[in-house]
T-cell receptor, first 113, second 115 residues
Framework: KNQVEQSPQSLIILEGKNCTLQ??????????LRWYKQDTGRGPVSLTI?????NTKSNGRYTATLDADTKQSSLHITASQLSDSASYIC????????????FGTGTRLTVIP | DAEITQSPRHKITETGRQVTLACHQT?????MFWYRQDLGHGLRLIHY???????NKGEVSDGYSVSRSNTEDLPLTLESAASSQTSVYFC??????????????FGPGTRLLVL
């Protein structure tokens, strides 16, 4: 069964600290993996995308890694800011079809001063 | 600037009523999608469209319908609202040039409460 699991469900960190969010998936055949950021009351916004051959991708203070062999991805946030408070959703695509996306339930990150 | 909008942003309705949620995008994207988001679940696909006059059922399509009469709009209709349809609904669009897993751009969401 194609599934995407994220951990932890929620996380609270102090401003300025780093954190790492995890995503494990069983989606096959794999096409790509995205991390989305969803601010409260808004729609998700794409942060990074990685294909099978890529094992790291950065977007400012966000760095995503992918291990296609173990089917694991992580999102590392460096020097967190209050504006990083949001839900982070891992989304994995199958190799066929524009609708073949599998969404994780997200990690709720709260950055406190 | 091109964008994707949803209306209304908040809606309260009664069980059994028909409700239509609007979605409008100005990117000229071929693909449009409707999702619902509930606690403990990832985004779940309700319906999607690859172009004008094309509609397809998603994972949780029962009780919902869509129609695509132009490129810009994909309204979602709840034919007879049920309390189980209380949720946050997101519309999304993507370019639709046949590329697998292309980026979807999401609207701000509609929070629907069915009493």
């Amino acid at each position: 069964k194609n599934q995407v699991e994220q951990s932890p469900q929620s996380l609270i960190i102090l401003e300025g600290k780093n954190c790492t969010l995890q995503c494990n998936y069983t989606v096959s055949p794999f096409s790509n993996l995205r991390w989305y950021k969803q601010d409260t009351g808004r729609g998700p916004v794409s942060l990074t995308i990685m294909t099978f051959s890529e094992n790291t991708k950065s977007n400012g203070r966000y760095t995503a890694t992918l291990d296609a062999d173990t089917k694991q991805s992580s999102l590392h946030i460096t020097a967190s800011q209050l504006s990083d408070s949001a839900s982070y959703i891992c989304v994995v695509s199958l190799q066929a079809g524009a609708n073949n996306l599998f969404f994780g339930t997200g990690t709720r990150l709260t950055v406190i001063p | 600037d091109a964008e994707i909008t949803q209306s209304p942003r908040h809606k309260i309705t009664e069980t059994g009523r028909q409700v239509t949620l609007a979605c409008h995008q100005t990117w000229n994207h071929n693909n449009m999608f409707w999702y619902r988001q509930d606690l403990g679940h990832g985004l779940r696909l309700i319906h999607y469209s690859y172009g004008v006059q094309d509609t397809n059922k998603g994972e949780v399509s029962d009780g919902y319908s869509v129609s695509r009469s132009n490129t810009e709009d994909l309204p979602l209709t709840l034919e007879s609202a049920a309390s189980s349809q209380t949720s946050v609904y997101f519309c999304a669009s993507s370019l639709g040039r046949g590329r697998v897993g292309e980026t979807q751009y999401f609207g701000p969401g509609t929070r629907l409460l069915v009493l």
